[in-house]
Every structure is written in structure tokens, then in C-alpha cells.
């Protein structure tokens, strides 16, 4: 069976500008963009009923729950959702998550549910619910293509991680969420393949960015820029506290 395809709606939406702030009308508004994120392969990695932390997670967290909002969406029942949430988040972090979604909110049949089959992840389903949310000012950070059939311009990829002690997919995705927090519509952002296009111009996009040795390299090093400066600013401010 072939993927379903975006709207036309959804697709004339991404064309609207995204070269700033503040320059696409009729967006909505609010004060931080949406982060939809996946657990599984993306930042945890199940074994049996243990579940292991994609390398600077903590440092992607501290970064993520300051500068957006943030909703999960997996694919897994909801029992093991949670229990891969509490992994992957301390008390104060879940408190801070607007939703949790899991495969019960992906309007399955019965069968389909109970069985291996390819799901999608609609977004739609949770712009209904979150109003304050669209196409314009929402990031789905997924480890699948596929997963984003009906949104695909809202998807930032990542690669799968394998569990891997040599990773450093989280510093690198901080770059690009860095860049992007402030531009006004998302899905032309991606559209437009702006991640990859900014640093090399004459870039395959058939190619994921994190394979392509520049791009990486670019985000990598900006990520860990900005790391390195959120230490020197929470030093900063441990300081003046004990004074």
C-alpha cells in the first residue's frame, strides 16, 4: 500500500515565505514554536524492558525544554510510552511536556493496532487539539521519512540510533533547532531544504543532512557552540546566586 500524501492545502502553505521572522501572514502566534518528538530510535533505545539515553541527551533537553514547547508522539502502546518517557525525563521535565501521544491516538483500525503495520503520524490530530499550533510553527523530530508521509516539510530527520557510545546526533540537531526557532514559517523552511542549502549550496537533498560530511560538520560545530556557551551562562548565573 503507498503512503498517504499531504493535502494540497497542507502543500500550498509550504510556500509561503520563510526567510525571517515575522514574514509569513496569517501565521498564529505564539511565544515558542512545537517540538513533536520521538522516543524510540531518535533519543532512547528499548532492550527488552531497559531503555538506554542517545549520547548529550541532557545537554538536547536543557536546550529543548528552554526554547520550545514540547508534546511526544510514538508509535508504541501507551504503556510503554510512558514507561520510555520516565526514562527518558526526570519529574521536572514530564510536568513540562504539553501531551503525551501514542499509538492509540493514531485512528487504527483494531487490527492494524494489534498488529506490525506501518503507521503515520498526522499532525493534524494534534494542531486539532493544540490550536495554537500548525504547519507554519511546528517541528517533528523523527528518525523516520516515512512516519511524516502527511507532513513531510515538518520533519527534521535524524538518523536511527543503534545505541552507539559514539554519537553526537543530539549536539548537531541543537545547531539546527537553533537556527530555525525564530523563522516564521517551518514547513517553507523545509521545504526549501534550508538546513542543507544554507551551507552547501550545490548539496543532494535525496541525501539525509547528517550524511552529508559539510552539513554535519557545520551543525555539529555549531551545536557544540552553543553548549559550551549555556555552560559559561549557568556558571554565570550559579555565581550571582551565591552572592
Known amino acids: 500500500m503507498l503512503p498517504p500524501r499531504p493535502s494540497l492545502g497542507y502543500l500550498s502553505n509550504c510556500t509561503k515565505s520563510s526567510t525571517g521572522p515575522n514574514t509569513t501572514s496569517g501565521s498564529k502566534s505564539t511565544s515558542k514554536k512545537l517540538i513533536i518528538l520521538d522516543l524510540n530510535g ?6 527488552s524492558r531497559n531503555t538506554s539515553q542517545r549520547p548529550y541527551l541532557v545537554d538536547f533537553k536543557g536546550f529543548l525544554f528552554r526554547n520550545f514547547s514540547v508534546i511526544v508522539y510514538s508509535s508504541a502502546m501507551y504503556k510503554n510510552v510512558q514507561r520510555y518517557v520516565e526514562s527518558a525525563f526526570n519529574v521536572e521535565q514530564q510536568s513540562k511536556l504539553l501531551a503525551v501521544y501514542s499509538r492509540e491516538n493514531m485512528q487504527m483500525s483494531s487490527n492494524d493496532f494489534r498488529n506490525k503495520v506501518q503507521t503515520y503520524k498526522d499532525l493534524e490530530m494534534i494542531w486539532r487539539k493544540h490550536k495554537e499550533y500548525d504547519q507554519s510553527n ?9 512516519k511524516a ?5 515538518n520533519l527534521l530527520l535524524l538518523s536511527t540510533w543503534d545505541d552507539s557510545k ?16 525564530n ?14 542549502k544554507t551551507v552547501d549550496k550545490d548539496a543532494d537533498i535525496s541525501i539525509p543532512w547528517f550524511e552529508n560530511p559539510v552539513v554535519y560538520a557545520f551543525w555539529l560545530e555549531k551545536g557544540r557552540k552553543l553548549i559550551h556557551l549555556d555552560g559559561i551562562l549557568d556558571n554565570i548565573a550559579k555565581l550571582s546566586l551565591s552572592h
Do not use: C, R, V
Request: charged residues 20%.
Open 149 to 153: 508521509a502527511l507532513q513531510p516539510f
Open 42 to 47: 531518535t533519543i532512547i533505545n528499548k532492550k
Open 166 to 181: 559514539d554519537d553526537s546526533m543530539m549536539i548537531a540537531t541543537i545547531g539546527i533547532l537553533d537556527e530555525i526557532k
Open 138 to 146: 511546528t517541528i517533528l523530530i523523527d528518525d523516520s521519512s516515512t
Open 183 to 196: 523563522f516564521e514559517n517551518i514547513s517553507n523552511y523545509f521545504m526549501k531544504y534550508q538546513h542543507i
